[in-house]
């Protein structure tokens, strides 16, 4: 019997000036800490283990958080991308291509959890009708697609 090769996970930063892949993901998580707050700019950080991921185009800046972990960031467009402790490196999930492929199964740092976290869902829901369907029908998006490409930008397309 012929076992399946697993498929490449791939992802990147929204200029497409950082790109990665990865095939072995571990376990994904929501980190609530102050730090992934901060380097996220959002209530928490959404990371997964990668254990085998590579840059595939350009290579990120690292930023020393902590005396035990640094993360990375895309020098030109400032997306997360990654954090690496002397346990491994974490991909966010966010950066991937289809981040569905890499759910958060656990949260961890629950002390730093923000108060209002627990309540986001139960928010009323803004329908995409009316005058906010025009402003979003209106915009043109410079942030690189969700695939891989051989070049980025396009040859002749300004950023």
């Not at 571990?26 to 980190?31: A, D, H, K, L, P």
């Not at 997964?48 to 990120?60: C, F, N, Q, S, Y």
């Not at 997360?80 to 402790?85: C, I, M, R, S, V």
Request: proline share 7%; charged share 25%.
């Amino acid at each position: 019997m012929t076992q399946s090769k697993p498929a490449d996970l791939t992802g990147g930063c929204q200029c497409g000036a950082v790109r990665f892949r990865a095939r072995l993901l571990g376990r994904g998580s929501i980190c609530h800490c102050r730090m992934c707050q901060k380097a996220f700019g959002g209530f928490f950080g959404p990371l997964i283990t990668a254990h085998d991921a590579k840059w595939t185009r350009g290579e990120p800046k690292w930023f020393q958080s902590s005396n035990a972990a640094r993360r990375a960031f895309c020098g030109e467009c400032g997306t997360p991308l990654a954090y690496e402790t002397r346990f491994g490196l974490e991909l966010a999930i966010g950066a991937f291509d289809d981040p569905e492929l890499a759910a958060p199964s656990i949260q961890v740092n629950p002390a730093d959890k923000l108060s209002f976290f627990d309540g986001l869902t139960s928010l009323p829901v803004r329908g995409n009708d009316g005058e906010w369907r025009d402003f979003l029908a209106g915009i043109h998006s410079n942030q690189h697609p969700d695939h891989d490409t051989d070049d980025w930008p396009p040859k002749g397309d300004a950023i």
